[in-house]
């Protein structure tokens, strides 16, 4: 017999199942024949569990054919029970928390802690107390819960990573209230996680973006250096093979300190990963790949030289003789990624709807915004639609971009002359006119304002 029946017992104050039908024990009460019909039925439920508890309570209260006066008394006597089994559970727990054995003294930095220091939260598990700090508690939880492999969702089980054991819920919610009532923390993935009911299915499902761009800044700070150099250099690679002028191109020389390239190329390369392996629509995606695409031309505009070695040769007097030495350095000046000048300018205007975007956020006004009438590389067909645009180095058609060179030698104009006559072959039912370069625009407009000019006098 469990703890909830022997007080239930006590409560109505019988010894035996048998003794609650005595007639005794019956009042003047019609209705009374009832009530001891649910009573017993506690008793002598077999499989007693707390699910079975509440599910009984459940369908006793929807029972049709009990009176409400029955329900109402039924009732009052659960939650009397209830109540004094919480007080006894309650007790129970103050007293093995109390006698529990301190196990763990120390964070994961190892550094000495105590249960009544500030941020710090005491884990009782199997009779045991495991004190952490909240913040290494926190990072627990977010790498089991956003743990992936190869940036694919892969969830692990959340463990005390002394003893490898698994918290149980009320131990979950336990160190996400303590977060709230105690500390001014704010984590994002435990919050979603709580707001899941802690469902770990529930939550991959519903947060599968947040996930992966928690996994892309987990991958850049505990990835190594090998690792991160052989993507700054996929970043550069693929940089450059959309730049067609080799002036443009960022080179690096393979001596160049890994350290000190992947911190100088971190802030681009958490942009080129969100670019390629963010769960964001495609929209977006192109937006990062227009960010990234602005930002190293800024960087290479800034040095075009960064990254090369530098030779010099000193002369160092050595026993009365003039030896000759080498010196190897790196050209390493580089521009700030966060112009915090400009931050601090924007700063008070960032709230306003109607302030000027910033234009190194997702800007893609030179591809979608044109004036018609200001604009003279702007031409529209009924059917076709070309853009020369030559400071970005693309002409758009239909949607389709192709790379041009603001700066062509005779061979490149030949061959654009031979890709504008390839798609004037492939669309033959539009009538549009090739864009010519800039500098033929410009004669042919000299030449046309000559013409008219002698019309004019004519």
Excluded: W
Excluded at 227 to 255: A, C, F, G, R
Excluded at 371 to 377: A, V
């Amino acid at each position: 017999m469990n703890t909830f029946q022997i007080i239930l017992k006590k409560i109505l104050k019988i010894d035996d199942i048998v003794k609650i039908y005595d007639i005794n024990i019956i009042k003047d009460n019609n209705n009374y024949d009832f009530f001891i019909v649910l009573t017993s039925c506690i008793f002598i439920q077999k499989s007693y569990s707390i699910q079975t508890k509440f599910n009984f309570l459940n369908e006793s209260l929807k029972n049709i054919f009990v009176t409400h006066e029955i329900k109402t008394l039924f009732l009052n006597l659960f939650c009397k029970v209830q109540k004094i089994y919480r007080g006894f559970s309650k007790l129970a727990l103050l007293y093995k928390y109390k006698k529990a054995k301190l196990i763990i003294e120390y964070d994961l930095c190892l550094n000495p802690i105590k249960e009544n220091d500030k941020n710090v939260f005491v884990l009782f598990q199997n009779n045991n107390k495991y004190l952490f700090n909240i913040n290494d508690l926190i990072k627990i939880i977010h790498n089991s819960i956003a743990n992936t492999s190869h940036f694919f969702n892969n969830p692990l089980p959340i463990k005390n990573p002394y003893n490898n054991v698994i918290l149980n819920k009320s131990t979950l919610y336990n160190i996400y209230f303590y977060i709230r009532t105690q500390t001014l923390l704010n984590p994002d993935l435990l919050f979603y996680f709580f707001k899941t009911n802690f469902n770990i299915n529930q939550f991959t499902e519903n947060h599968k973006f947040l996930i992966r761009n928690y996994a892309i800044n987990i991958y850049l700070i505990n990835s190594s250096n090998d690792k991160l150099h052989e993507d700054t250099e996929q970043m550069i690679e693929t940089y450059n093979y959309s730049i067609i002028n080799k002036n443009n191109k960022i080179i690096i020389d393979d001596e160049f300190p890994k350290d000190l390239l992947i911190k100088i190329m971190k802030p681009y390369l958490h942009i080129f990963f969100l670019s390629e392996y963010s769960l964001l629509n495609a929209n977006a995606r192109m937006k990062y790949k227009k960010l990234l695409q602005n930002k190293l031309m800024e960087f290479q505009n800034f040095n075009p030289t960064f990254g090369r070695k530098i030779v010099k040769y000193v002369n160092i007097m050595s026993q009365q003789k003039i030896l000759r030495k080498t010196v190897e350095t790196f050209n390493s000046k580089h521009i700030v990624f966060h112009d915090k000048n400009k931050e601090k300018k924007n700063f008070m205007e960032s709230h306003n709807l109607k302030c000027k975007e910033d234009p190194n956020i997702f800007d893609l006004s030179d591809d979608d915004e044109h004036d018609d009438e200001d604009d003279p590389d702007f031409f529209e067909d009924e059917n076709l639609t070309v853009i020369q645009n030559s400071d970005n180095n693309f002409i758009n058609i239909n949607n389709s971009l192709y790379l041009i060179n603001a700066y062509q030698t005779d061979e490149e104009s030949n061959f654009y002359d031979e890709l504008n006559n390839n798609i004037l072959q492939s669309n033959n039912n539009l009538n549009i006119n090739v864009i010519e370069n800039n500098h033929d625009n410009t004669n042919n407009n000299d030449d046309n304002n000559v013409n008219n000019d002698n019309d004019s006098f004519s």
